[in-house]
């Protein structure tokens, strides 16, 4: 008889269980030691190991020889309570008897000694769902339990639990397990059932299942059901996921306003039978990546490769923040629309998307604020007599690139001074460059993040700025003319002597920039 994956394979000790050391060390040293408490609260999200811990728990505690704080599983004990035999074991499911006769019961049968085991343990799972009353019938015997008696509390919705309950407990958070370490169970799973899994359907299945280890199972059992090897492309067709860089192209025709990108990419999904409403959440997911990119200019918390963080940053480039979260308030309201009329969704997914391409379409608050906005940047170089390259890219194409010194006579004493003496122009050090980068991080905390390990340093000569990265990456990252026009657009705003970006030269050094000593004192 067939069994699943997720069943077959949980942990049957505490040194197996994956990403939850914290919570495991401390029960292995209390069997360890006979400190066991007589009631325990296991919190956290659906498929972290609760119920998993719970068991063990129950087994070490009535263990004949356990193992170093593990239960042998091989002993009279161990062996009933996994067959199920044990009726010193109680696992009642909270959801299904939420009752106050059901809880006078169990008290009633906590006075008996156990029939065959150490302790009678009672895992109660999803405690949550009890009545007030049913908790209240349970203090008493919570607080000063018989020696024999272990509960044990599993729930999903913590803050449902009386406080008169959770402080007679010891208390543990099970965190929702890394996109690491379940990728990681994944590859030892398939590798014991010679399934054909890749390293990206690991980890892409990792990250659909959000830290629940139960999850992640159950998909890549469903993948394998195909019989074929388990890639990226696989699960993103069997699970209804949209690839990353198909994430990136929506956000890339927002930006642009491609209204014929929007409807094919919404044709698509509908022809091909997959769900809207799993693409809103792989769109609300993206809109966070580019959010928590665009303010704190780092891929610590992402889950990305370098890629995709580089493909990240180049998108993210297109919006400020306040259109973010315009944006983002916009997928929220189609999400939950969508949810209330599931006959609607093509109509309130196209609607929704032609709105976060144009803000005016909108009269919301966050429309708004997104237009002032723009309106504000825009008005920021008028003032200084330029015009945004969203306005007029081919103006500024065309716009000749100057690299005459604009006062004459200092061209030429400059020229009268290479004449008597046969140095090389040296790079003047810019002094405003901080005030420069606190410029740019008003319009792109990422170009400022970048900027932040950089030199500046001009050369009167040739007219010419030239920003030395230390970083290779960040380097590649500048030298576009996007971010390029960000850095020019501040610069102009500081009042600098410059005309064109063209004259905004990035490079990358391993060394420090070299400077006079007139620079260094």
Not at 112 to 129: C, N, W
Not at 160 to 187: G, H, N, V, W, Y
Not at 308 to 333: G, N, P, Q, W
Not at 376 to 393: C, F, H, Q, R, Y
Request: with cysteine; proline share 3%; charged share 25%.
């Amino acid at each position: 008889m067939h069994q699943a994956l997720y069943r077959k394979y949980r942990p049957t000790v505490f040194d197996d269980v994956s990403g939850q050391e914290h919570i495991t060390s401390i029960l292995r040293y209390e069997a360890l030691h006979g400190s066991v408490s007589h009631a325990y609260l296991f919190a956290g999200s659906r498929g972290t190991g609760k119920t998993t811990c719970a068991k063990i728990l129950a087994k070490v505690v009535n263990c004949l020889d356990p193992i170093d704080g593990n239960p042998c599983n091989e002993c009279e004990n161990c062996l009933a309570i996994d067959s199920g035999t044990a009726t010193d074991v109680v696992e009642m499911d909270a959801a299904t008897n939420t009752g106050v006769d059901y809880i006078r019961d169990l008290r009633d049968s906590v006075m008996y000694t156990p029939a065959m085991l150490k302790k009678r343990v009672y895992i109660i799972d999803e405690a949550h769902m009890l009545s007030d009353s049913a908790f209240n019938a349970l203090l008493k015997t919570i607080e000063e339990p018989p020696e024999h008696v272990l509960y044990i509390f599993a729930t999903t919705e913590p803050h449902k639990i009386p406080a008169t309950i959770i402080s007679r407990c010891q208390r543990f958070e099970f965190r929702r397990i890394s996109i690491s370490d379940l990728s990681e169970r994944l590859m030892y799973i398939a590798s014991e059932e010679g399934i054909d899994l890749s390293e990206e359907g690991s980890a892409l299945i990792a990250k659909t299942a959000q830290g629940g280890m139960r999850d992640a199972i159950s998909l890549m059992e469903l993948c394998a059901g195909s019989h074929r090897h388990i890639s990226a492309e696989l699960v993103n067709e069997i699970l209804g996921t949209s690839p990353y860089e198909k994430m990136c192209d929506v956000a890339a025709a927002i930006a642009n306003k491609n209204y014929a990108m929007i409807f094919k990419i919404i044709n698509d999904i509908v022809i091909s039978s997959k769900d809207l409403l799993v693409f809103f959440s792989d769109l609300t997911s993206f809109y966070r990546d580019m959010t928590v990119q665009k303010s704190s200019g780092t891929s610590d918390y992402l889950d990305l490769s370098q890629q995709e963080y580089k493909r990240l940053c180049e998108v993210s480039a297109m919006f400020d923040m306040a259109t973010l979260l315009y944006h983002s308030r916009l997928i929220d309201e189609a999400y939950t629309n969508m949810m209330r009329n599931p006959t609607g969704k093509r109509l309130t997914a196209e609607l929704t998307l032609m709105k976060m391409c144009d803000s005016k379409l909108s009269t919301s608050t966050d429309a708004l604020l997104a237009r002032i906005t723009a309106l504000e940047n825009k008005l920021a170089l008028i003032s200084k007599g330029v015009t945004s390259i969203e306005d007029s890219p081919k103006q500024a194409e065309k716009k000749p690139v100057s690299t005459e010194p604009k006062d004459a006579t200092r061209v030429k004493s400059v020229k009268q001074e290479i004449k008597q003496a046969p140095i090389q122009p040296i790079a003047v050090r810019v002094d405003n460059w901080n005030e420069i980068i606190a410029k740019v991080g008003e319009s792109d905390h990422a170009v400022e993040s970048f900027l932040k390990s950089c030199k500046c340093t001009f050369n009167e000569a040739d007219g010419i700025y030239r920003v030395v990265s230390a970083h290779k990456l960040m380097a590649t990252m500048l030298d576009s003319p996007k971010n390029k026009r960000v850095l020019f657009d501040a610069m102009v705003c500081c009042e600098m002597d410059i005309d064109s970006p063209e004259q905004i030269k990035i490079s990358f050094e391993d060394n420090k920039v070299q400077s006079s000593d007139l620079d260094e004192f």
